[in-house]
């Protein structure tokens, strides 16, 4: 069994061909092989997608196509991002930490050649014991 749907996500239509993989058994076409042929179209995980059809969110991924409505050459719309927002903020605070610990590697260098040139004794000693504290 197949169907023909068109998936319509943001400006972009995808002609998708849902079929019923081999190794199963049942032959209806379910929402989930419809998410999953989405997913290969557009690239945004199912977990991260929207698929609605009249007005209707196709939620459960056991429900037959023909059950929720669904017929040869319908328009179908998703909703969804490629990443998820957790990834973003994941991405977001690793960013951050690098761009800290850029920060602290120039301090550090800074820190190390005034005290190299204390060590080699460009600093007169009297001033040496002011200017550690202030490292």
Known sequence: ASMKITLVHGSQKHNIDVCVPEDEVNNALRVEHLALVAWK?????????????KGKSLKDPEKTLEEMGLKDGVKVMMIGKKHNPEEEAELRSLEEVDRAQEEVEKKLAVISDELEGMEQGFLEEALVTEALPKL
Do not use: D
């Open 41 to 53: 179209a557009t690239g945004v995980p199912v977990q991260n997608q929207r698929l609605i059809y």
